[in-house]
C-alpha cells in the first residue's frame, strides 16, 4: 500500500473521531445519547438503518456469499426487505401511536410496559449479550479488511486498531454521532463501490467475455441455493426487524410515524436489490480473479470472506485504494457503533437504571460512556477468538430473535400480557438455540437452530399461559 493511501484512511479515522467529539459536546443527558432527542429525518435514519443492518459484516459476508455461491447470495438481503417493510406496515405504527412509548430508549423497556419489570431485565440481558456478539462480528469484519490490504497488518493487530476507532468515538458522541456518520459512511461506501470497486474489478477480470468464460453457469443463477438456505436466512433476519435494539432507538429517535415508516422502506429498497447484488458481484469478481490466477497465493480453498479485500487490494491504484478501504471501513463501523450503543443502553438504562436514579445528567453522561468503553473491550476480546463474520452475526441474530420474538408479538399484537409465560419463553428459547449453536449438532434436513429455538419458545410461552390461566380461573371460582 502507497503512502497515500494510509493517508487518506487517516485522515478519514480523524474526521470520525471528529465527528464523536463534536457531539459529545453537543449530548446534555441520556434522551441526546440513546435517542438522539426524538428528532432525526426520514432520510438520515434510513440510510442509518441500513447501513446499521447491512454495515461491514454483511458486507464481507455478502462477499464471501458470492465468492462461494454466485448471484444467488443476494437472497440473504431479500429477506431483509421483506423484514423492514414488514415492521414498516406493523411495527412502527404500534410502536409510534402508544404514548407510553415515547418516553422509552430501549427494546427492553416495552418488554417491562408490556409484562413487568422483572419480564424487562430477562429480555435486557437477552439484548446484551446478542448485540456484544454483533458488535464482535463487526470488529472482527473490520480486522479481516484491513489484514487482507495491509501487507503489515496480521489479523489481531487490525482488531486492535479497528475495534480502538470505533469504541472511542461512539463512547464520545452517542447516537447522533451513530446516525449522522452512518448517513456520511454509507453514502461513501455506494459511491466507492459502484464508481471504483465494482468498475475497476470487472476490468481486471476481463469484462463479461472473461467471467463467462471463467464460472460454470450457476454462479450466475438465482437458484444457485438449497430452499434451507432461503428459509434458514428468513427465519432468522425477518424477525430481528420486531426485536432488534437497534432498530427500536431509531423508531424513538424518529421525529413522528410517518417519519420512521419511510426511513424503513427506503432502508428495504437499498437492503436488496442495491446493496445485495453489487456484494455479491464484487465477492463474485473475486472468485474469477481467484480462477483465473491473478491473486497470487490464494486459491479456491481460501477463506471465502477474504476474497473480497484481498481482490481490492492487488487491483486498485494508489490514492484510489485508500478511498476504497474508507468506504468498507465506513460500512463495518457504521454497524459496530450502533451495535455498541444497543449493548450499552441495555445495561445503562435497563439493567442499571435504578443505580443512576436521582444523579445529574452529567452523571448519567459519564456512566453512560463508562460503560460504553467497557463493553468495546469485550467485543474486542470476543473478536479475538473468532474466525467466520456472517456466522457470527447470524449467531447473534437467532439467539435474540428466538428468545424475544414470541413475547414481544404476544404482548404487542395480541395483548397477552402474561409475564410467566414471557420470561419462561425467553429463557427457553434463547437456551435452546444457543445450546444447538455451541454444540454444532447436525439438526434434522439442515435447518437453522434458531427454528428449534423459535418452536420451544412459543410452546412453552403457550403451556405456561394456559396453566396460569387455569390457575386464575380456578382461583376466580
Request: hydrophobic share 55%.
Amino acid at each position: 500500500m502507497q503512502l497515500i493511501d494510509l493517508l487518506i484512511f487517516f485522515i478519514y479515522m480523524i474526521i470520525m473521531l471528529g465527528v464523536g467529539f463534536f457531539f459529545m459536546r453537543k449530548n446534555t443527558n441520556q434522551e441526546d445519547y440513546y435517542v438522539g432527542g426524538r428528532s432525526i429525518g426520514s432520510i438520515h435514519i434510513g440510510l442509518s438503518v441500513v447501513a446499521t443492518d447491512v454495515g461491514g459484516g454483511f458486507s464481507i459476508g455478502l462477499g464471501g456469499l458470492g465468492f462461494a455461491m454466485g448471484i444467488s447470495g443476494s437472497w440473504m438481503l431479500f429477506t431483509g426487505l421483506l423484514g423492514a417493510w414488514m415492521a414498516a406496515v406493523l411495527l412502527i405504527p404500534r410502536v409510534k401511536s402508544d404514548p407510553a412509548f415515547a418516553r422509552f430508549f430501549t427494546f427492553p423497556q416495552i418488554i417491562g410496559y408490556l409484562y413487568n419489570s422483572t419480564t424487562a431485565k430477562v429480555a435486557a440481558i437477552i439484548c446484551f449479550l446478542g448485540y456484544v456478539g454483533f458488535t464482535s462480528s463487526q470488529l472482527l469484519a473490520g480486522a479481516k479488511l484491513a489484514s487482507g490490504t495491509f501487507e503489515v497488518l496480521d489479523l489481531q493487530t487490525a482488531l486492535l486498531i479497528m475495534g480502538a476507532i470505533a469504541v472511542i468515538y461512539t463512547v464520545m458522541g452517542g447516537l447522533k454521532a451513530v446516525i449522522y456518520t452512518d448517513t456520511v459512511q454509507w453514502i461513501i461506501l455506494m459511491l466507492g463501490l459502484m464508481f471504483i470497486g465494482i468498475p475497476i474489478a470487472y476490468h481486471f477480470v476481463g469484462g463479461w467475455e472473461g467471467i463467462h468464460s471463467t464460472l460454470p453457469a450457476e454462479f450466475f443463477s438465482l437458484s444457485n441455493l438449497s430452499w434451507q438456505d432461503l428459509f434458514n436466512w428468513g427465519i432468522t433476519i425477518i424477525p430481528i426487524w420486531f426485536v432488534g435494539m437497534t432498530l427500536y432507538q431509531r423508531i424513538f429517535a424518529a421525529r413522528d410515524e410517518k417519519t420512521a415508516r419511510k426511513a424503513w422502506f427506503i432502508a428495504g429498497l437499498f437492503e436488496w436489490p442495491i446493496m445485495a447484488f453489487m456484494g455479491v458481484s464484487l465477492g463474485l469478481l473475486s472468485r474469477v480473479a481467484v480462477e483465473q490466477g491473478a491473486l497470487e497465493g490464494f486459491s479456491t480453498a481460501m477463506d471465502p470472506e477474504m476474497g473480497l479485500p484481498v481482490l481490492l487490494s492487488q487491483i486498485l491504484p494508489a490514492g484510489i485504494l485508500g478511498l476504497m478501504m474508507s468506504a468498507y471501513f465506513s460500512a463495518v463501523l457504521s454497524t459496530a457503533d450502533s451495535c455498541l450503543m444497543a449493548a450499552s443502553g441495555n445495561l445503562t438504562t435497563d439493567l442499571l437504571g435504578r443505580f443512576l436514579k436521582n444523579k445529574s445528567h452529567q452523571t448519567e453522561m459519564r456512566v453512560s460512556q463508562l460503560l460504553t468503553l467497557g463493553i468495546g473491550i469485550v467485543a474486542i476480546f470476543i473478536a479475538w477468538q473468532m474466525t467466520e463474520v456472517l456466522s457470527l452475526m447470524l449467531y447473534s441474530y437467532a439467539f435474540m430473535v428466538s428468545g424475544l420474538l414470541v413475547p414481544v408479538v404476544a404482548g404487542l399484537f395480541f395483548k397477552v400480557r402474561d409475564p410467566d409465560a414471557a420470561i419462561s419463553a425467553m429463557v427457553v428459547g434463547g437456551s435452546v438455540t444457543a445450546g444447538l449453536t455451541f454444540l454444532k449438532l447436525s439438526l434434522p434436513l439442515g435447518l437453522d437452530g434458531n427454528l428449534f429455538g423459535l418452536t420451544a419458545s412459543l410452546l412453552t410461552f403457550l403451556i405456561v399461559y394456559k396453566l396460569d390461566f387455569t390457575t386464575r380461573k380456578k382461583h376466580t371460582v
